[in-house]
C-alpha cells in the first residue's frame, strides 16, 4: 500500500493526507491515482471529508524533480477526473491548508466545498514560471470564486496569494491561526457530519453547477493548451532553471 497518502477515520470524518513532506507533498501520478481511490472510497463510509497535507505544505504542485517527462508523467485527463469526482462526492469536503497550495495542489484544494487556511499559507499558480498554463480546472474554479481580473492576475503572475487576501478574494473560507487549520477542519466535518446529508448534498450540487457550469470546458482547453505547452522549448527551459535555481531565459518558442 501506498504511504503518499495517508487515511483516518474518527468517527463519520476521513481524513485524506498527502504524505510527500520531502517535497512539500508534490504530485505525482501514483499519489493522485491513490487520492482518486482513497476519496471515493471514504464517500462510500463517511459523512465528511477532510482533505490535507503533511507537515509544511498541502502540496506545492506536479513533481518537477525528475525534470521534463517527471512532469508529463502525470495524466491530465486523469488528474481532471479526479479534481471532477471531488466536486462531485456527495459528502461535505473540507481542505485544510498550510503552506503552499500551488499549482495542481491548489485545484485539489479549491475543489473541496470548504476551505480553512492556516494565516501563514498561500495558494499559487506558478504555470507560466516554467512555461505551462493553470490546469487541473483552475482557469474555471479560480474564476468562479476570485472574478476574471483576478483569475488573470494568478494566471500570469504566478505571484502568491496570501491567506488574507485568498479570503477575501473569495478563494477561501476561513482562515485560522498558524497551526489550527487541521483542528478547525476537524470541527467543521463534525459540523456537517452530523447535519443534513441529504439537502448538504444537493446544496453543494447546486451551487456547483452554477458556479461552474463550464467547467468539463475549461478542462478541455486546459488539456488541449498544455499538450501543446509541454512540447514547447519554454517549457524544457522553465523546468531546467527551476531545477538549477535560476531565473529562467524564455524565448516565446
Known sequence: ?????????????????????ESLNALNEETFQTIGRTVTEAAANSRALILTGSERAFSSGADLQGGVEKREGIDLAGANAIIASILDLPIPTIA??????AGIGCSLALACD???MSEKSYLMLPFTKIGLMPDGGATALVAASAGRHRALRLALTGEKLHAADALDWGLASEVVPAGSHLARAEEV???FAQGPTRALTASKRAINR????ELDSSFGREVEGQDGLRAS?????????FLDKRAPAFTGE
Open 233 to 241: 522549448k519554454d517549457f524544457a527551459e522553465g523546468v531546467a532553471a
Open 1 to 21: 500500500m501506498s504511504t503518499s497518502v495517508l487515511t483516518e477515520v474518527s468517527g463519520e470524518v476521513t481524513t485524506v493526507t498527502i504524505n510527500r513532506p
Open 96 to 101: 485544510a491548508v498550510s503552506g503552499p497550495a
Open 210 to 213: 452554477a458556479s461552474l457550469a
Open 114 to 116: 470548504f476551505l480553512v
Open 189 to 191: 466535518a463534525s459540523a
